[in-house]
């Protein structure tokens, strides 16, 4: 662990952001169906109930493509197939994870949580300059999204117990790489015990 990197870091500095826990990823038969990430969902509902616990805001982001599928650039090019498409269930976050009231929803269009959304703008609102993340998938759009943290001068922690990559090999390996040069990367039993209040 990097102490001097998290000795900057206040509670009073975050935001919980769960990247993508929707069905077309997380739900059995899925697009997109990442077994290891639904095996992290109880992991993250306890860090979502951990923030709200200490004053920290959850914010969601919801991939969404719209109907006319015009819109997944480059995605489907690699072999992906189409998912979460604006009004089908895939879209949806699941069922464990449905945002409260309180709680705040940020649409993307790109792997990235900061690429032409109101994240940014949300932090800023909010007063937060630290994300927490958590979802899937941990090589793809957990590391985008922490990648555009790191241009925009917002640090990041990535829970290594409530992400999940599309393999386990991968999933280590984009860890690693934000631990290395973008973030810290802890389980959350660890950023319980170590960020300061």
């Known amino acids: 662990m990097n102490r001097e990197y998290v000795s900057k870091i206040k509670r009073s500095d975050c935001a919980l952001v769960l990247i993508d826990c929707q069905n077309d990823f997380l739900a059995e038969g899925a697009p997109l169906e990442n077994p290891r990430g639904r095996a992290k969902i109880g992991n993250i509902v306890a860090a979502r109930a951990w ?3 200490n004053g920290i805001p959850v914010i ?5 493509h719209r109907k006319e599928r015009i ?41 990235g949580g900061f690429y032409q959304t109101d994240m940014e703008i949300t ?4 007063g937060r ?16 999204t922490a990648l555009g943290a790191q241009f925009r001068g917002i640090r990041t922690i990535a829970l290594s117990d409530c992400t999940a ?3 386990e090999e991968l999933h280590n390996a984009f860890l690693q790489n934000i631990d290395y ?3 810290e990367v802890m389980t959350l039993q660890e950023l319980k015990e ?3 209040a």
Not at 60 to 64: A, D, G, I, N
């Open 181 to 183: 040069i973008l973030g």
């Open 165 to 167: 990559g599309t393999n």
């Open 71 to 111: 819109d997944f650039g480059l995605e489907t090019d690699r072999g992906d197939p189409e998912h979460c498409v604006a009004g089908t269930k895939g879209v949806e976050i699941v069922d464990e994870l449905t945002p409260d009231d309180d709680d705040f929803v940020v649409v993307k269009r790109r792997y």
């Open 60 to 64: 969601y982001t919801q991939e969404v």
């Open 51 to 53: 923030a709200k616990e």
């Open 123 to 126: 932090l800023k609102a909010l």
């Open 129 to 144: 300059n630290t994300i927490i993340l958590c979802g899937v998938d941990s090589n793809v759009c957990v590391y985008a």
């Open 194 to 196: 170590t960020l300061k």
